[in-house]
């Protein structure tokens, strides 16, 4: 079964400051990964995704993520954070259904 | 182009009565998706169309939950009885092409159940 772990439910920057968000994933076969947003009282939105293409995948607002597959990880990183990246970031691996699933978030917050 | 529109955005109800919710897709989008949303947590699928079809409805409760997608638009989730575990978000999605294809979900703001 496929699932993904975000390590860290919780995340603190500076403004101007790097942003990592870590996920580890698990899969029984290539899998395709996603990270999202989630701001209050919005709906969820795409950031960006892995289909097995480039391992660096580039998002939008600056994000990009990695995929490795030693490590089985996929985290996501901005090199300067923006008050407005304040959010609930979700990771999430599709099934071979296609079916997302997603990891438990974890709340950015973006100091001035 | 509109994105997903779901309504009502909040519903407060007591518990035992029934409640439903309403989502209008994306136009052109055959691919409809209900997620149920606990707090701290991430989505989870509770059902999926393909057109009217419910393909995948394994995660649906189905003594108190029912959907429907009559004209493989816009679709009704409902809950009867309301149990007070029942309070969380309710998202809808779309995508189009099909499950299969592009797939990229597009999702509405969320109906915020409470139940009392």
């Known amino acids: 079964a496929q699932s993904v772990t975000q390590l860290d439910s919780h995340v603190s920057v500076s403004e101007g400051t790097p942003v990592l968000l870590r996920c580890n994933y698990s899969?029984?076969?290539?899998?395709?990964l996603f990270w999202y947003v989630q701001h209050p009282n919005k709906g969820l939105q795409l950031l960006l995704k892995y289909t097995s293409a480039a391992t660096l995948v580039k998002g939008i607002n600056g994000f990009e993520a990695e995929f490795k597959k030693s490590e089985t990880s996929f985290h996501l990183t901005k090199p300067s954070a923006h008050m407005s990246d304040a959010a609930e970031y979700f990771c999430v691996v599709s099934d071979r259904t296609r079916k997302l699933i997603f990891g438990q978030g974890t709340e950015l917050s973006v100091k001035p | 182009e509109a994105g997903v529109v779901q309504s009502p955005r909040y519903k407060i109800i007591e518990k035992k009565q029934p409640v439903a919710f309403w989502c209008n897709p994306i136009s052109g989008h055959n691919t409809l998706y209900w997620y149920r949303q606990n707090l701290g947590q991430g989505p989870e699928l509770l059902i999926r169309y393909e057109n009217e079809e419910a393909v995948d409805d394994s995660q649906l409760p189905k003594d108190r939950f029912s959907a429907e997608r009559l004209k493989g638009v816009d679709s009704t989730l409902k809950i009867q009885p309301a149990e007070l575990g029942d309070s969380a978000v309710y998202l809808c999605?779309?995508?189009?092409?099909?499950?299969?294809?592009?797939?990229?979900?597009?999702f509405g703001p969320g109906t915020r159940l409470t139940v009392t």
């Open positions: 999605a779309s995508s189009s092409e099909g499950w299969r294809g592009n797939y990229e979900q597009y």
């Open positions: 899969s029984s076969y290539s899998p395709s």
